[in-house]
Nanobody
Framework: QVQLVESGGGLVQTGGSLRLSCVAS????????VAWFRQVPGKEREFVSA????????YYADSVKGRFTMSRDNPKNTVYLQMTRLKPEETAVYCC???????????????WGQGTQVTVSS
C-alpha cells in the first residue's frame, strides 16, 4: 500500500515562499498523476495543481498560476510544490494525492497524504 507523506509547511508572512514536498513510500510508485489540494475547515478541498508522473504536463488553478510551480523527481518518488507570493487566504492544510487521472475533482484521487499546514500571516 502506497503512503504519501507531505512536509515543508509552516508559518510565513504575506508575500513569502515555501516549498512543499510529497514523498511516496512504495518503490514501485508510478501513478498516472499526482496533485496538490488544499483545505480549510468547513470547506471543500480545493485543487491547486497536478502533474503527470511520466510526462511534463502540469496543471494549475487559476488562482496560483504564475506563483506556484509543481515539479517531480521520479527516482526519489517525490513531488514538490514551490509556492511564492503567498497570501493570507491561502492558509490551509495542503495535501498531495495520487490517481489514475488528471482532474480537479478530489474524489477521483485514490491515495492521500495527511497534509502539511501552511499558515500565511498578514
Amino acid at each position: 500500500q502506497v503512503q504519501l507523506v507531505e512536509s515543508g509547511g509552516g508559518l510565513v508572512q504575506t508575500g513569502g515562499s515555501l516549498r512543499l514536498s510529497c514523498v511516496a513510500s512504495a518503490r514501485s510508485f508510478s501513478p498516472y498523476a499526482v496533485a496538490w489540494f488544499r483545505q480549510v475547515p468547513g470547506k471543500e478541498r480545493e485543487f491547486v495543481s497536478a502533474i503527470k508522473w511520466n510526462a511534463d504536463d502540469t496543471y494549475y488553478a487559476d488562482s496560483v498560476k504564475g506563483r506556484f510551480t509543481m515539479s517531480r523527481d521520479n527516482p526519489k518518488n517525490t513531488v514538490y510544490l514551490q509556492m511564492t507570493r503567498l497570501k493570507p487566504e491561502e492558509t490551509a492544510v495542503y495535501c498531495c494525492a495520487s490517481g489514475t487521472v488528471v482532474t480537479r475533482n478530489p474524489h477521483a484521487y485514490e491515495v492521500w497524504g495527511q497534509g502539511t499546514q501552511v499558515t500565511v500571516s498578514s
